[in-house]
């Protein structure tokens, strides 16, 4: 069965850099996730889209931002990047046919050097 | 203020040692419970969904029930490829947040 798909697994960036993360749902789901996930932490959410559109938000910063599309994949985009950004960045995915369980995906790491 | 807490944080049991896990919850009206299982560096697992109190699931192993405070993840017998990070999720009425616990990592020693 097709799981969620994120983009790249891993990633180095600089401080002050810019680094753009992709996930593709699972197909037919209609909510898209953002958790981010430090070192023997649990996740914390970021921010939720149901159909596109904005439906919550977590404990996002205000360098970060995202969006989900036409095609309900989603990036998530994180400008002026700091050493505390390093992290493993889930995307999520679930529609009310999968009985709202949220799926994650593998995840992305993210070194900020 | 919805919470969920995770006890124990950590737990060693040798091989064929059955216990338990505890997940005990406060959320403005519960929508379901997740347990999740999480290996380093990866994603969490789906296990299991518990919707409405006394609910049981099992799989293999393991065996998910949940009352209207707290759900358990009773794991019998358990085998080395059971260690990992053990994860419960609530999530509240509105159904647009999961809120986690902090996890049981679990270590079976052979």
């Known amino acids: 069965a097709a799981g969620v798909i994120q983009s790249p697994r891993h990633l180095i960036k600089e401080k002050r850099e810019t680094a753009t993360l992709k996930c593709y749902p699972i197909p037919r789901h209609d909510t898209v996730y953002w958790y981010q996930q430090g070192p023997g932490q649990d996740p914390q959410f970021l921010i939720s889209f149901y159909e596109k559109m904005q439906s919550d938000k977590g404990s996002i910063p205000d360098r970060f931002s995202a969006q989900q599309f036409s095609d309900y994949h989603s990036e998530l985009n994180m400008s002026s990047l700091e050493l505390g950004d390093s992290a493993l960045y889930f995307c999520?995915?679930?529609?009310?046919?999968?009985?709202?369980?949220?799926?994650f995906g593998e995840g992305s790491w993210l070194t900020v050097v | 203020e919805d919470q969920v807490t995770q006890s124990p944080e950590a737990l060693r049991l040798q091989e064929g040692e059955s216990s338990s896990l505890n997940c005990s919850y406060t959320v403005s009206g519960l929508r379901g419970l997740f347990w999740y299982r999480q290996d380093p560096g990866k994603g969490p697992e789906f296990l299991f969904t518990?919707?409405?109190a006394g609910e049981e699931k099992e799989k293999e192993r393991l065996k998910a029930t949940l009352t209207k405070k707290e759900s358990f993840l009773h794991i019998t017998a358990p085998k080395p490829e059971d260690s990992a990070t053990y994860l419960c999720a609530v999530q509240d009425a509105t159904g647009n947040q999961f809120y986690f616990g902090t996890g049981t990592s679990l270590t079976v020693i052979p």
């Open positions: 518990l919707y409405s």
């Open positions: 999520a995915s679930s529609s009310v046919i999968s009985g709202n369980t949220i799926y």
